[in-house]
Protein backbone atom coordinates (compact mmCIF):
# COMPACT_ATOMS: atom_id res chain seq x y z
CA UNK A 1 0.00 0.00 0.00
CA UNK A 2 3.01 2.26 0.94
CA UNK A 3 4.65 1.47 -1.97
CA UNK A 4 0.77 2.32 -4.20
CA UNK A 5 0.85 5.92 -2.46
CA UNK A 6 4.00 6.96 -3.46
CA UNK A 7 3.35 5.74 -6.58
CA UNK A 8 0.75 8.03 -7.05
CA UNK A 9 2.08 10.90 -4.91
CA UNK A 10 5.18 10.97 -8.17
CA UNK A 11 2.16 10.76 -10.32
CA UNK A 12 0.79 13.94 -9.20
CA UNK A 13 4.03 15.48 -8.64
CA UNK A 14 4.81 14.75 -12.90
CA UNK A 15 1.52 15.66 -13.69
CA UNK A 16 1.67 19.18 -11.54
CA UNK A 17 4.65 19.88 -13.36
CA UNK A 18 3.37 19.43 -16.89
CA UNK A 19 4.77 15.80 -17.89
CA UNK A 20 0.78 14.54 -17.70
CA UNK A 21 0.88 11.41 -19.86
CA UNK A 22 3.77 10.36 -18.23
CA UNK A 23 1.71 10.91 -15.13
CA UNK A 24 -1.28 9.06 -16.56
CA UNK A 25 0.98 6.17 -17.66
CA UNK A 26 2.11 5.35 -14.19
CA UNK A 27 -1.37 5.77 -12.86
CA UNK A 28 -2.83 3.20 -16.10
CA UNK A 29 -0.38 0.65 -14.66
CA UNK A 30 -1.33 1.23 -11.28
CA UNK A 31 -5.29 0.45 -12.05
CA UNK A 32 -4.06 -2.68 -13.96
CA UNK A 33 -3.69 -4.11 -10.86
CA UNK A 34 -6.07 -2.32 -8.22
CA UNK A 35 -9.46 -1.86 -10.48
CA UNK A 36 -11.78 -1.53 -7.76
CA UNK A 37 -8.91 1.03 -6.01
CA UNK A 38 -11.69 4.33 -5.64
CA UNK A 39 -8.70 6.84 -5.17
CA UNK A 40 -7.06 5.54 -8.27
CA UNK A 41 -10.43 5.52 -10.38
CA UNK A 42 -11.24 8.68 -9.25
CA UNK A 43 -6.72 10.53 -9.85
CA UNK A 44 -6.65 8.88 -12.97
CA UNK A 45 -10.36 10.70 -14.42
CA UNK A 46 -9.30 13.86 -12.72
CA UNK A 47 -6.27 13.67 -14.78
CA UNK A 48 -7.61 12.62 -18.29
CA UNK A 49 -10.12 15.45 -17.69
CA UNK A 50 -6.99 17.65 -17.24
CA UNK A 51 -5.39 16.58 -20.87
CA UNK A 52 -8.96 16.45 -22.44
CA UNK A 53 -9.57 12.95 -22.68
CA UNK A 54 -13.40 12.79 -21.59
CA UNK A 55 -13.66 9.33 -22.88
CA UNK A 56 -11.22 7.82 -20.72
CA UNK A 57 -12.22 10.03 -17.11
CA UNK A 58 -15.39 9.15 -17.62
CA UNK A 59 -14.59 5.21 -18.05
CA UNK A 60 -12.96 5.32 -14.94
CA UNK A 61 -16.15 7.33 -13.35
CA UNK A 62 -18.49 4.78 -14.38
CA UNK A 63 -16.12 2.25 -12.92
CA UNK A 64 -16.57 3.90 -9.62
CA UNK A 65 -20.32 4.22 -9.47
CA UNK A 66 -20.09 0.39 -10.32
CA UNK A 67 -18.91 -0.09 -7.14
CA UNK A 68 -20.05 2.66 -5.76
CA UNK A 69 -23.33 4.05 -7.12
CA UNK A 70 -23.34 7.23 -4.68
CA UNK A 71 -20.09 8.29 -4.66
CA UNK A 72 -20.76 11.98 -5.24
CA UNK A 73 -17.31 12.91 -6.22
CA UNK A 74 -17.51 10.42 -8.99
CA UNK A 75 -21.40 11.71 -9.38
CA UNK A 76 -20.48 15.57 -9.97
CA UNK A 77 -17.26 14.83 -12.43
CA UNK A 78 -18.82 12.50 -14.71
CA UNK A 79 -22.43 14.94 -15.17
CA UNK A 80 -19.70 18.28 -15.37
CA UNK A 81 -18.10 16.03 -18.03
CA UNK A 82 -21.18 14.98 -20.19
CA UNK A 83 -22.50 18.86 -19.76
CA UNK A 84 -19.42 20.01 -21.52
CA UNK A 85 -19.59 16.91 -24.13
CA UNK A 86 -23.25 18.30 -24.86
CA UNK A 87 -24.74 14.95 -23.83
CA UNK A 88 -27.61 16.71 -21.75
CA UNK A 89 -29.49 13.45 -21.14
CA UNK A 90 -26.57 11.83 -19.31
CA UNK A 91 -25.64 14.92 -17.44
CA UNK A 92 -28.93 15.30 -16.22
CA UNK A 93 -29.21 11.38 -15.59
CA UNK A 94 -26.64 11.61 -13.25
CA UNK A 95 -27.47 15.09 -11.63
CA UNK A 96 -31.14 14.23 -10.79
CA UNK A 97 -28.88 10.94 -8.55
CA UNK A 98 -27.34 13.64 -7.04
CA UNK A 99 -29.92 16.13 -5.87
CA UNK A 100 -31.38 13.21 -4.31
CA UNK A 101 -28.00 12.73 -2.60
CA UNK A 102 -27.52 16.72 -1.30
CA UNK A 103 -30.66 18.41 -1.61
CA UNK A 104 -29.15 21.88 -1.18
CA UNK A 105 -26.34 22.02 -3.16
CA UNK A 106 -26.34 25.84 -5.48
CA UNK A 107 -24.36 24.51 -8.64
CA UNK A 108 -26.53 21.30 -8.64
CA UNK A 109 -29.56 23.65 -8.75
CA UNK A 110 -27.97 26.20 -11.08
CA UNK A 111 -26.77 23.46 -13.74
CA UNK A 112 -30.15 21.43 -14.05
CA UNK A 113 -31.72 24.70 -14.39
CA UNK A 114 -29.01 25.48 -17.13
CA UNK A 115 -29.72 22.02 -19.03
CA UNK A 116 -33.77 22.16 -18.77
CA UNK A 117 -33.27 25.35 -20.00
CA UNK A 118 -31.18 23.62 -23.41
CA UNK A 119 -34.19 21.52 -23.16
CA UNK A 120 -36.52 23.64 -23.66
CA UNK A 121 -38.01 22.61 -20.18
CA UNK A 122 -38.44 26.48 -18.98
CA UNK A 123 -41.00 26.01 -16.36
CA UNK A 124 -38.82 23.45 -14.55
CA UNK A 125 -35.77 25.43 -15.55
CA UNK A 126 -37.01 28.07 -14.09
CA UNK A 127 -37.99 26.28 -10.68
CA UNK A 128 -34.12 25.35 -10.21
CA UNK A 129 -32.81 28.27 -10.72
CA UNK A 130 -34.93 30.32 -8.68
CA UNK A 131 -33.93 27.98 -5.89
CA UNK A 132 -30.15 28.23 -6.91
CA UNK A 133 -30.57 32.27 -6.45
CA UNK A 134 -32.12 31.69 -3.06
CA UNK A 135 -28.77 30.24 -2.43
CA UNK A 136 -25.92 32.52 -4.33
CA UNK A 137 -27.19 35.66 -6.05
CA UNK A 138 -23.58 36.66 -6.96
CA UNK A 139 -22.23 33.89 -9.56
CA UNK A 140 -22.30 34.92 -12.94
CA UNK A 141 -23.27 31.49 -14.83
CA UNK A 142 -26.20 31.06 -12.79
CA UNK A 143 -27.56 34.75 -13.15
CA UNK A 144 -26.74 34.64 -16.75
CA UNK A 145 -29.22 30.99 -16.84
CA UNK A 146 -32.19 33.57 -15.01
CA UNK A 147 -31.66 36.01 -17.66
CA UNK A 148 -31.69 33.68 -20.46
CA UNK A 149 -35.09 32.66 -18.84
CA UNK A 150 -36.46 35.92 -18.83
CA UNK A 151 -35.59 36.64 -22.85
CA UNK A 152 -37.57 33.10 -23.14
CA UNK A 153 -40.38 34.48 -21.70
CA UNK A 154 -40.47 38.05 -23.54
CA UNK A 155 -39.22 39.94 -20.50
CA UNK A 156 -36.28 41.46 -21.53
CA UNK A 157 -35.94 44.56 -19.38
CA UNK A 158 -35.75 41.61 -16.62
CA UNK A 159 -33.28 39.62 -18.94
CA UNK A 160 -30.88 43.11 -19.31
CA UNK A 161 -31.02 43.39 -15.36
CA UNK A 162 -29.82 39.59 -14.65
CA UNK A 163 -27.06 39.95 -17.60
CA UNK A 164 -25.99 43.83 -16.20
CA UNK A 165 -25.68 42.03 -12.50
CA UNK A 166 -23.20 39.36 -13.76
CA UNK A 167 -20.87 41.65 -15.50
CA UNK A 168 -21.36 44.07 -12.43
CA UNK A 169 -19.37 40.90 -10.89
CA UNK A 170 -16.77 39.91 -13.33
CA UNK A 171 -16.46 42.31 -15.99
CA UNK A 172 -14.85 40.20 -18.18
CA UNK A 173 -18.11 37.05 -18.62
CA UNK A 174 -18.26 37.42 -22.69
CA UNK A 175 -21.74 35.53 -22.30
CA UNK A 176 -23.49 38.27 -20.80
CA UNK A 177 -21.97 40.84 -23.35
CA UNK A 178 -23.36 38.45 -25.90
CA UNK A 179 -26.49 38.32 -24.60
CA UNK A 180 -27.41 41.27 -23.83
CA UNK A 181 -26.64 42.54 -27.37
CA UNK A 182 -29.21 39.50 -27.94
CA UNK A 183 -31.54 41.63 -25.90
CA UNK A 184 -31.22 45.21 -27.14
CA UNK A 185 -31.45 43.23 -30.87
CA UNK A 186 -35.08 41.93 -29.46
CA UNK A 187 -36.05 45.55 -28.62
CA UNK A 188 -34.74 47.00 -31.90
CA UNK A 189 -31.54 49.44 -30.45
CA UNK A 190 -28.92 48.46 -33.09
CA UNK A 191 -26.47 51.05 -31.77
CA UNK A 192 -26.56 49.41 -28.21
CA UNK A 193 -26.96 46.10 -29.43
CA UNK A 194 -23.49 46.62 -31.41
CA UNK A 195 -21.74 48.60 -28.57
CA UNK A 196 -21.98 45.12 -26.36
CA UNK A 197 -21.34 42.96 -29.42
CA UNK A 198 -18.30 45.18 -29.64
CA UNK A 199 -17.53 44.98 -25.53
CA UNK A 200 -17.78 40.78 -26.24
CA UNK A 201 -15.39 41.44 -28.99
CA UNK A 202 -12.84 43.29 -27.19
CA UNK A 203 -12.31 40.44 -24.42
CA UNK A 204 -11.98 38.07 -27.27
CA UNK A 205 -11.42 38.79 -30.49
CA UNK A 206 -11.39 35.25 -31.94
CA UNK A 207 -14.90 34.49 -30.46
CA UNK A 208 -17.07 33.11 -32.83
CA UNK A 209 -20.20 34.65 -31.24
CA UNK A 210 -19.09 38.34 -30.99
CA UNK A 211 -18.06 37.99 -34.79
CA UNK A 212 -21.37 36.85 -36.19
CA UNK A 213 -23.19 39.11 -33.74
CA UNK A 214 -21.12 42.16 -35.09
CA UNK A 215 -21.62 40.92 -38.76
CA UNK A 216 -25.21 40.70 -38.47
CA UNK A 217 -25.66 43.93 -37.05
CA UNK A 218 -23.21 45.29 -40.00
CA UNK A 219 -24.84 43.73 -42.46
CA UNK A 220 -28.37 45.11 -41.20
CA UNK A 221 -27.32 48.50 -41.08
CA UNK A 222 -26.08 48.22 -44.54
CA UNK A 223 -22.66 48.41 -44.13
CA UNK A 224 -22.46 44.89 -45.66
CA UNK A 225 -18.62 45.48 -47.06
CA UNK A 226 -17.50 45.75 -43.85
CA UNK A 227 -19.77 42.64 -42.60
CA UNK A 228 -18.19 40.30 -45.12
CA UNK A 229 -14.74 40.92 -43.32
CA UNK A 230 -16.08 39.95 -40.37
CA UNK A 231 -18.11 37.14 -41.46
CA UNK A 232 -14.36 36.07 -43.39
CA UNK A 233 -12.55 36.11 -39.84
CA UNK A 234 -14.86 33.63 -38.94
CA UNK A 235 -14.01 31.60 -41.86
CA UNK A 236 -10.19 31.70 -40.38
CA UNK A 237 -11.21 30.05 -37.46
CA UNK A 238 -14.13 27.81 -38.51
CA UNK A 239 -13.15 27.19 -42.61
CA UNK A 240 -16.33 25.36 -43.27
CA UNK A 241 -18.75 27.31 -41.34
CA UNK A 242 -21.89 27.04 -44.06
CA UNK A 243 -23.73 29.77 -41.89
CA UNK A 244 -21.23 31.99 -42.53
CA UNK A 245 -20.65 31.47 -45.83
CA UNK A 246 -24.59 31.84 -46.50
CA UNK A 247 -24.38 35.21 -44.55
CA UNK A 248 -21.50 36.40 -46.98
CA UNK A 249 -24.17 35.49 -49.67
CA UNK A 250 -26.93 37.30 -48.37
CA UNK A 251 -24.72 40.47 -47.82
CA UNK A 252 -23.62 40.23 -51.61
CA UNK A 253 -27.27 39.86 -52.45
CA UNK A 254 -28.22 43.16 -50.48
CA UNK A 255 -24.98 44.74 -51.99
CA UNK A 256 -26.35 44.13 -54.96
CA UNK A 257 -23.38 42.15 -56.49
CA UNK A 258 -25.51 40.30 -59.40
CA UNK A 259 -22.15 38.56 -60.99
CA UNK A 260 -21.02 37.38 -57.73
CA UNK A 261 -24.12 35.56 -56.65
CA UNK A 262 -25.27 34.35 -59.78
CA UNK A 263 -21.95 32.87 -60.38
CA UNK A 264 -22.24 31.32 -57.03
CA UNK A 265 -25.64 29.93 -57.68
CA UNK A 266 -24.85 28.48 -60.95
CA UNK A 267 -21.21 27.05 -59.21
CA UNK A 268 -23.76 25.68 -56.53
CA UNK A 269 -26.15 24.17 -59.02
CA UNK A 270 -23.25 22.46 -61.01
CA UNK A 271 -22.09 20.34 -57.93
CA UNK A 272 -26.17 19.88 -57.27
CA UNK A 273 -25.74 21.25 -53.69
CA UNK A 274 -27.90 24.61 -53.84
CA UNK A 275 -27.68 27.04 -50.45
CA UNK A 276 -32.10 27.61 -50.52
CA UNK A 277 -31.53 31.14 -49.46
CA UNK A 278 -28.66 32.09 -51.61
CA UNK A 279 -30.97 30.67 -53.93
CA UNK A 280 -33.75 33.06 -53.26
CA UNK A 281 -31.34 35.96 -53.21
CA UNK A 282 -30.23 35.37 -56.35
CA UNK A 283 -34.47 35.52 -57.42
CA UNK A 284 -34.78 38.90 -54.90
CA UNK A 285 -32.07 40.31 -57.89
CA UNK A 286 -33.57 38.81 -61.22
CA UNK A 287 -36.49 40.45 -60.21
CA UNK A 288 -35.35 43.83 -59.52
CA UNK A 289 -33.94 43.25 -63.18
CA UNK A 290 -37.34 42.60 -63.89
CA UNK A 291 -36.34 39.26 -65.07
CA UNK A 292 -39.79 37.55 -63.95
CA UNK A 293 -39.77 34.52 -65.47
CA UNK A 294 -36.34 33.70 -64.30
CA UNK A 295 -36.79 35.13 -60.59
CA UNK A 296 -39.95 33.21 -60.31
CA UNK A 297 -38.99 29.73 -61.03
CA UNK A 298 -36.25 29.87 -58.39
CA UNK A 299 -38.86 31.88 -55.91
CA UNK A 300 -40.18 28.77 -54.44
CA UNK A 301 -36.60 28.09 -53.02
CA UNK A 302 -38.08 30.43 -49.64
CA UNK A 303 -40.45 27.20 -49.27
CA UNK A 304 -37.69 25.26 -48.00
CA UNK A 305 -35.78 27.80 -46.02
CA UNK A 306 -35.93 27.74 -41.87
CA UNK A 307 -38.40 31.01 -41.83
CA UNK A 308 -40.95 30.00 -43.64
CA UNK A 309 -41.29 26.91 -41.12
CA UNK A 310 -41.96 29.29 -38.75
CA UNK A 311 -44.25 31.58 -39.97
CA UNK A 312 -46.68 28.95 -40.51
CA UNK A 313 -47.20 26.62 -37.91
CA UNK A 314 -49.16 24.09 -40.15
CA UNK A 315 -46.73 23.56 -42.44
CA UNK A 316 -45.74 19.94 -42.07
CA UNK A 317 -49.47 19.02 -42.30
CA UNK A 318 -49.33 20.41 -45.60
CA UNK A 319 -45.74 19.03 -46.92
CA UNK A 320 -47.26 15.98 -48.49
CA UNK A 321 -49.23 17.43 -51.09
CA UNK A 322 -47.11 20.68 -51.61
CA UNK A 323 -46.15 20.95 -54.94
CA UNK A 324 -42.75 22.48 -56.40
CA UNK A 325 -43.30 21.97 -60.31
CA UNK A 326 -45.68 21.20 -63.07
CA UNK A 327 -49.18 22.16 -64.53
CA UNK A 328 -51.95 23.14 -62.33
CA UNK A 329 -54.84 21.70 -63.20
CA UNK A 330 -58.50 23.38 -63.53
CA UNK A 331 -60.72 20.44 -62.33
CA UNK A 332 -58.03 19.51 -59.91
CA UNK A 333 -59.15 20.25 -55.99
CA UNK A 334 -56.09 22.75 -54.94
CA UNK A 335 -55.78 24.48 -51.53
CA UNK A 336 -54.00 28.19 -51.39
CA UNK A 337 -52.31 28.67 -48.39
CA UNK A 338 -51.62 32.44 -46.98
CA UNK A 339 -48.22 32.54 -46.41
CA UNK A 340 -46.15 35.81 -44.40
CA UNK A 341 -47.97 38.64 -42.90
CA UNK A 342 -50.93 40.97 -44.31
CA UNK A 343 -49.15 42.55 -46.31
CA UNK A 344 -47.66 39.86 -48.69
CA UNK A 345 -51.24 37.92 -48.21
CA UNK A 346 -52.46 41.42 -50.15
CA UNK A 347 -49.68 41.60 -52.96
CA UNK A 348 -50.60 37.53 -53.78
CA UNK A 349 -54.31 38.19 -53.86
CA UNK A 350 -53.87 39.83 -56.91
CA UNK A 351 -53.95 36.90 -58.69
CA UNK A 352 -56.47 35.02 -57.42
CA UNK A 353 -58.64 37.06 -59.66
CA UNK A 354 -56.35 34.91 -62.08
CA UNK A 355 -57.28 31.96 -60.92
CA UNK A 356 -61.23 32.70 -61.18
CA UNK A 357 -61.00 34.14 -64.54
CA UNK A 358 -59.28 30.85 -65.77
CA UNK A 359 -62.24 28.89 -63.73
CA UNK A 360 -60.39 26.44 -61.43
CA UNK A 361 -63.84 25.80 -60.05
CA UNK A 362 -61.57 23.56 -57.47
CA UNK A 363 -59.16 25.92 -55.85
CA UNK A 364 -60.52 27.02 -51.63
CA UNK A 365 -57.98 29.53 -50.59
CA UNK A 366 -57.06 30.21 -46.74
CA UNK A 367 -56.64 33.35 -45.43
CA UNK A 368 -56.08 35.92 -42.54
CA UNK A 369 -59.58 35.85 -40.26
CA UNK A 370 -59.42 39.55 -40.84
CA UNK A 371 -59.42 39.05 -44.47
CA UNK A 372 -61.84 37.04 -44.94
CA UNK A 373 -65.08 39.15 -45.89
CA UNK A 374 -62.81 41.48 -47.97
CA UNK A 375 -62.02 38.61 -50.41
CA UNK A 376 -64.96 36.99 -50.50
CA UNK A 377 -66.73 40.72 -51.73
CA UNK A 378 -63.66 41.73 -53.58
CA UNK A 379 -63.60 38.22 -56.03
CA UNK A 380 -66.88 37.81 -55.41
CA UNK A 381 -66.13 33.82 -54.94
CA UNK A 382 -67.22 31.92 -51.79
CA UNK A 383 -63.87 30.42 -51.64
CA UNK A 384 -62.29 31.53 -49.19
CA UNK A 385 -61.65 30.29 -45.67
CA UNK A 386 -59.92 31.18 -42.26
CA UNK A 387 -56.34 30.39 -42.07
CA UNK A 388 -55.93 27.09 -40.65
CA UNK A 389 -59.61 25.90 -41.99
CA UNK A 390 -58.19 23.07 -43.99
CA UNK A 391 -54.26 23.06 -43.47
CA UNK A 392 -54.66 22.94 -39.29
CA UNK A 393 -55.48 19.00 -40.14
CA UNK A 394 -53.41 16.56 -42.19
CA UNK A 395 -56.91 14.46 -42.88
CA UNK A 396 -58.14 17.74 -44.29
CA UNK A 397 -55.33 18.71 -46.13
CA UNK A 398 -55.12 15.42 -47.79
CA UNK A 399 -58.53 15.80 -49.24
CA UNK A 400 -56.73 18.06 -51.85
CA UNK A 401 -54.80 17.28 -54.71
CA UNK A 402 -52.44 19.85 -54.70
CA UNK A 403 -51.52 22.72 -52.11
CA UNK A 404 -49.70 25.59 -52.94
CA UNK A 405 -48.46 28.47 -50.91
CA UNK A 406 -49.89 31.93 -52.11
CA UNK A 407 -47.00 33.67 -53.02
CA UNK A 408 -46.06 30.07 -55.38
CA UNK A 409 -48.78 31.49 -57.72
CA UNK A 410 -46.18 33.84 -59.35
CA UNK A 411 -44.40 31.37 -61.43
CA UNK A 412 -48.31 30.47 -63.33
CA UNK A 413 -49.45 34.09 -63.29
CA UNK A 414 -46.56 36.39 -63.07
CA UNK A 415 -43.94 35.48 -66.06
CA UNK A 416 -43.49 39.30 -67.40
CA UNK A 417 -43.94 42.53 -67.02
CA UNK A 418 -47.53 42.62 -68.81
CA UNK A 419 -48.88 40.09 -66.23
CA UNK A 420 -48.75 42.40 -63.36
CA UNK A 421 -51.03 45.01 -65.25
CA UNK A 422 -54.34 44.14 -62.92
CA UNK A 423 -56.93 47.33 -61.67
CA UNK A 424 -57.64 47.83 -58.36
CA UNK A 425 -58.92 44.80 -57.08
CA UNK A 426 -60.16 45.39 -53.45
CA UNK A 427 -63.78 46.52 -52.64
CA UNK A 428 -64.83 48.56 -49.85
CA UNK A 429 -68.32 49.09 -48.43
CA UNK A 430 -70.21 51.67 -49.78
CA UNK A 431 -72.06 52.50 -46.26
CA UNK A 432 -68.38 52.82 -44.72
CA UNK A 433 -67.20 54.92 -47.77
CA UNK A 434 -69.81 57.48 -47.09
CA UNK A 435 -69.41 57.42 -43.31
CA UNK A 436 -65.72 58.86 -43.87
CA UNK A 437 -66.28 60.66 -46.98
CA UNK A 438 -68.90 62.95 -44.75
CA UNK A 439 -66.94 63.17 -41.92
CA UNK A 440 -63.78 64.51 -43.96
CA UNK A 441 -66.36 66.64 -45.79
CA UNK A 442 -65.88 69.17 -42.91
CA UNK A 443 -62.29 70.06 -44.24
CA UNK A 444 -63.17 70.06 -48.35
CA UNK A 445 -60.88 73.17 -48.83
CA UNK A 446 -57.45 71.10 -47.51
CA UNK A 447 -56.02 68.07 -49.16
CA UNK A 448 -56.10 65.10 -47.27
CA UNK A 449 -52.80 63.19 -46.85
CA UNK A 450 -53.10 59.89 -44.82
CA UNK A 451 -49.49 58.80 -42.54
CA UNK A 452 -48.02 56.02 -41.48
CA UNK A 453 -44.71 55.87 -40.16
CA UNK A 454 -44.21 52.50 -38.29
CA UNK A 455 -44.33 48.70 -38.64
CA UNK A 456 -44.13 46.26 -36.24
CA UNK A 457 -42.97 43.03 -37.39
CA UNK A 458 -39.81 41.74 -35.86
CA UNK A 459 -36.46 43.25 -36.41
CA UNK A 460 -37.18 44.68 -39.66
CA UNK A 461 -40.20 46.68 -38.06
CA UNK A 462 -37.97 48.98 -36.64
CA UNK A 463 -35.78 49.16 -39.64
CA UNK A 464 -38.94 49.90 -41.74
CA UNK A 465 -40.00 52.66 -39.08
CA UNK A 466 -39.61 56.51 -38.77
CA UNK A 467 -41.04 58.77 -36.32
CA UNK A 468 -43.48 61.19 -36.99
CA UNK A 469 -41.85 63.67 -36.50
CA UNK A 470 -39.57 62.76 -39.12
CA UNK A 471 -42.48 64.06 -41.52
CA UNK A 472 -43.13 67.63 -39.72
CA UNK A 473 -41.87 69.11 -42.86
CA UNK A 474 -44.57 68.03 -44.69
CA UNK A 475 -47.50 69.63 -42.32
CA UNK A 476 -49.28 72.89 -43.75
CA UNK A 477 -51.96 75.10 -43.40
CA UNK A 478 -53.88 73.56 -46.69
CA UNK A 479 -52.97 69.99 -46.18
CA UNK A 480 -54.88 67.86 -43.50
CA UNK A 481 -53.00 64.56 -42.15
CA UNK A 482 -55.32 62.02 -41.10
CA UNK A 483 -53.63 59.23 -38.59
CA UNK A 484 -53.83 55.81 -40.25
CA UNK A 485 -51.18 54.24 -37.93
CA UNK A 486 -52.03 51.14 -36.22
CA UNK A 487 -51.47 50.49 -32.80
CA UNK A 488 -50.92 52.85 -29.52
CA UNK A 489 -49.76 56.26 -31.05
CA UNK A 490 -51.18 58.64 -28.08
CA UNK A 491 -47.47 59.88 -26.75
CA UNK A 492 -46.06 60.17 -29.99
CA UNK A 493 -48.90 62.27 -30.84
CA UNK A 494 -49.48 63.91 -28.17
CA UNK A 495 -45.46 65.10 -28.44
CA UNK A 496 -45.84 65.95 -31.97
CA UNK A 497 -48.91 68.07 -31.38
CA UNK A 498 -46.82 70.19 -28.62
CA UNK A 499 -44.59 71.30 -31.52
CA UNK A 500 -47.96 72.78 -33.02
CA UNK A 501 -48.46 70.09 -35.44
CA UNK A 502 -52.01 68.30 -35.47
CA UNK A 503 -52.94 64.86 -36.85
CA UNK A 504 -56.69 63.89 -37.47
CA UNK A 505 -57.69 60.82 -35.56
CA UNK A 506 -60.99 58.43 -36.68
CA UNK A 507 -62.31 57.73 -32.86
CA UNK A 508 -63.18 54.29 -31.77
CA UNK A 509 -61.54 52.66 -35.41
CA UNK A 510 -59.04 49.83 -34.62
CA UNK A 511 -57.03 49.83 -37.74
CA UNK A 512 -55.12 47.00 -36.96
CA UNK A 513 -58.14 44.60 -36.76
CA UNK A 514 -60.97 46.84 -38.68
CA UNK A 515 -59.75 46.57 -42.31
CA UNK A 516 -63.11 47.42 -43.33
CA UNK A 517 -62.92 50.48 -41.84
CA UNK A 518 -58.96 51.04 -42.61
CA UNK A 519 -59.72 50.54 -46.65
CA UNK A 520 -62.94 52.80 -46.66
CA UNK A 521 -60.63 55.82 -44.32
CA UNK A 522 -57.83 54.84 -47.16
CA UNK A 523 -60.26 55.15 -50.37
CA UNK A 524 -61.19 58.75 -49.12
CA UNK A 525 -58.02 60.07 -49.14
CA UNK A 526 -56.23 62.48 -51.91
CA UNK A 527 -52.83 60.38 -50.92
CA UNK A 528 -51.48 58.10 -48.50
CA UNK A 529 -47.54 58.59 -46.85
CA UNK A 530 -45.99 55.44 -45.11
CA UNK A 531 -43.05 52.70 -44.56
CA UNK A 532 -43.49 49.60 -45.65
CA UNK A 533 -46.38 47.91 -43.53
CA UNK A 534 -49.98 46.13 -44.61
CA UNK A 535 -51.48 49.39 -45.08
CA UNK A 536 -49.27 50.27 -47.78
CA UNK A 537 -50.37 47.08 -49.27
CA UNK A 538 -54.03 48.16 -48.59
CA UNK A 539 -53.92 51.48 -50.85
CA UNK A 540 -51.52 49.86 -53.55
CA UNK A 541 -54.95 46.81 -54.05
CA UNK A 542 -57.01 49.56 -53.84
CA UNK A 543 -55.52 52.24 -56.51
CA UNK A 544 -54.60 54.72 -53.74
CA UNK A 545 -52.11 57.29 -54.71
CA UNK A 546 -49.16 56.58 -52.04
CA UNK A 547 -45.59 57.62 -51.37
CA UNK A 548 -43.92 54.99 -49.86
CA UNK A 549 -40.65 55.81 -47.89
CA UNK A 550 -38.02 52.89 -47.30
CA UNK A 551 -35.57 54.06 -44.67
CA UNK A 552 -33.60 51.04 -44.85
CA UNK A 553 -32.37 49.28 -48.13
CA UNK A 554 -31.75 46.02 -45.41
CA UNK A 555 -35.83 46.11 -44.95
CA UNK A 556 -36.40 47.08 -48.27
CA UNK A 557 -38.04 44.16 -49.66
CA UNK A 558 -37.97 42.51 -52.97
CA UNK A 559 -41.75 44.36 -54.19
CA UNK A 560 -40.19 47.43 -53.51
CA UNK A 561 -36.69 47.33 -54.79
CA UNK A 562 -36.36 48.89 -58.01
CA UNK A 563 -34.38 51.80 -59.22
CA UNK A 564 -37.41 53.48 -61.17
CA UNK A 565 -39.11 54.06 -58.30
CA UNK A 566 -41.89 52.50 -59.18
CA UNK A 567 -42.94 48.97 -58.44
CA UNK A 568 -44.82 46.46 -61.11
CA UNK A 569 -46.80 45.31 -58.19
CA UNK A 570 -49.22 48.50 -57.31
CA UNK A 571 -49.12 51.29 -60.43
CA UNK A 572 -50.44 53.90 -57.75
CA UNK A 573 -47.27 53.70 -55.50
CA UNK A 574 -44.18 55.89 -55.86
CA UNK A 575 -41.60 54.90 -53.70
CA UNK A 576 -38.69 57.17 -52.34
CA UNK A 577 -35.67 55.51 -50.89
CA UNK A 578 -33.93 57.29 -48.11
CA UNK A 579 -31.41 59.40 -49.31
CA UNK A 580 -28.77 61.24 -47.83
CA UNK A 581 -30.87 62.69 -44.64
CA UNK A 582 -34.50 63.28 -43.34
CA UNK A 583 -34.35 66.60 -44.56
CA UNK A 584 -33.47 65.92 -47.67
CA UNK A 585 -35.49 63.09 -48.34
CA UNK A 586 -38.88 64.68 -46.86
CA UNK A 587 -37.99 67.39 -49.69
CA UNK A 588 -38.23 64.45 -52.10
CA UNK A 589 -41.50 63.73 -50.37
CA UNK A 590 -42.92 67.19 -50.82
CA UNK A 591 -42.37 67.55 -54.10
CA UNK A 592 -43.96 63.99 -55.13
CA UNK A 593 -46.98 65.26 -53.05
CA UNK A 594 -47.40 68.46 -55.36
CA UNK A 595 -47.07 66.62 -58.44
CA UNK A 596 -49.61 64.44 -57.07
CA UNK A 597 -51.95 66.65 -55.93
Given at each position: MKKIREKINLALSLFNKGQKEKAIS??????????????????????NNGVNNIDKANNSLLKVLEYQPSNIQALKLIYVNYLRDSKYDLAIKYINILLNLKTNDYELFRDKAFIEYLNKNYKISKSFIDEALKLNQEEVFGLNVAGLLHVENGTTLNAINYFKKAISINKNYIDS???????????????????????????????????????????????NKLAIKFYKKILELEPNNQVVEENIAICNCRLKNFDWVEKKYKDQ????????????????????????????????????????????????NIMEKMIFSGKLEKDEKLLIVKEGGVGDEILFSSMYKNLIENDFSGVKIECDIRLLEIFKRSFNKNIFFPFGYFSSSKTKSNEFDKIIYSGSLTKYFRQNEKDFKVKPYLKTLKSLDDKFSLELKNFAKKKKIGL?????????????????SDFEKLFSYNRLFVNLQYGDTSDELAKFEKYGKEIYNFKKIDLFNDFDSLISILKSLDIFVTVSNSTAHFAGALGVKTILVCPKKSST????????????WYPSISIVKFTNSVDYTMNLINDLIEESL
Open positions: IIDLLIKHNEENIDLLIIHAKMFNNLGKCYIDLEELDKAYFYFKKAFRLNSKSYFPLMNIANILSLKDKLKVGNLNHNLVLGYSYLLLNKKRFSEAFNLFDARLKTESLKKKNIHHSSWRSVINIFGGLKSLKIYYYWDYEDGRTP
